[in-house]
């Protein structure tokens, strides 16, 4: 890769950075995406930056040239961050389920309790009116 | 039947058929309990069931009809019924079925008993599409499981709690061949019995353009996920 790509390739990175690190402070990116971001950004400005990485790679992957290994190594880091963002939505709305389940639950629950609670003041009730009653009797 | 019995019906914007059916289950099964799972209806639904002093499970977003049912079986559960019945409440289901469903419950000693409108060689005309999903999934079903169920996609069903607990926990069920799948696997007894379906009179079908693609690709995922969560059971159990 030129000595321009590279520089290209850091100077974007820094701003990568920047960028993390700012969303952090403004609380709008959670430490835990930003671990992976940050580490994505550092992962790929060393392996341009770095020559042997650079020269090594590609023929691992059994690429001809160096950006080619770089894209299919960020296509398939793409790949798995948009299937964890996936978990992650589905594991959202899974709690979001279960809240408006458990809300639904507990409020017919309760209005269940309450009348249960009725039931048995109305038969104490009508028992004190009828005390000859012998069921009443102990 | 001697054991305690609950309705559950999913509900969604069935204002204009939901006291029919209320004041129909009240004259053919008045000592079995319901319960309606009111899914976040924009219309009077709330409003009419209130009214006629109905038990309802009240969402307050919508969920879909699997997660509806999962929150009225969720409440069967905890009450401790031994057997639930689920039914729609758009008057589809003829609520003088319930009593012959909950029949052939006892007297076959099954753990869930479907409500089919096409055992028996009975016949309902659906769209084309919907019939060919239907027929694959009823052969999916000989070759899966050794029995043909026939309607696989019934939403009338008597089912009792022991069965009931292996499937309410799944996430993304719409109770239909996924959950027939995973009960037969795991040892349950499934029979049907012939029952009715009338036509939708009110309302829309919750069967859009975007559903006859994606029923069928998230039907077969979620069979396939059953039959995956079904092997690793066993082979744990068999450890």
Known sequence: MSIQGILFIDVLGVGFILLILNLVRTKRLHIAYATIWFLAV?????????????????????????????????????????????????????????????????????????????????????????PANPLSQP | MDQSVIIVI???????????????????????????????????????????????????????????????????????????VTMDADGQHRPQDVPPLLAALQESGADMVIGSRFCNGQTYDTPMDRRLGQLLFSYLTQVLLGQRIYDTSSGFKAIRTTACQAIVSGSFMDFHIESIVQLKLAGFQIVETPVKVQERTHGRSMHSIASVFQYPIKTILLTLAAIMDAYLVKRQHGR
């Not at chain 1, 790929?44 to 020269?55: D, T």
């Not at chain 1, 279960?98 to 269940?112: S, Y």
């Not at chain 2, 999913?10 to 029919?20: D, G, L, Q, S, Y």
């Not at chain 2, 002093?53 to 977003?61: F, M, V």
């Open chain 1, 42 to 130: 550092v992962g790929l400005m060393m392996m341009v930056s770095i020559p042997p990485v650079l020269a090594i790679l590609p023929r691992m992957m059994g690429a001809i040239y160096p950006a080619s290994a770089v894209s299919l190594l960020a296509f398939v880091f793409i790949f798995l961050v948009l299937i964890f963002f996936s978990m992650q939505l589905t594991a959202i709305s899974a709690r979001q389920v279960e809240i408006i389940q458990a809300l639904a639950l507990r409020e017919l629950l309760a209005q269940d309790t309450d009348l249960q609670d009725l039931r048995i003041k109305l038969a104490g009730a009508k028992e004190s009116e009828n």
């Open chain 2, 10 to 84: 999913p509900a969604h914007n069935e204002e204009h058929t939901v006291t029919a059916v209320i004041h129909e289950l009240r004259r053919v099964a008045p000592t079995v309990d319901r319960v309606i799972v009111n899914d976040c209806s924009s219309d009077a639904t709330g409003e009419i069931l209130d009214a006629l002093g109905e038990k309802q499970l009240k969402l307050i977003h919508n969920l879909g009809y699997g997660q509806a049912l999962q929150t009225g079986l969720k409440y069967a559960l905890l009450k401790g019924y031994d057997v639930i």
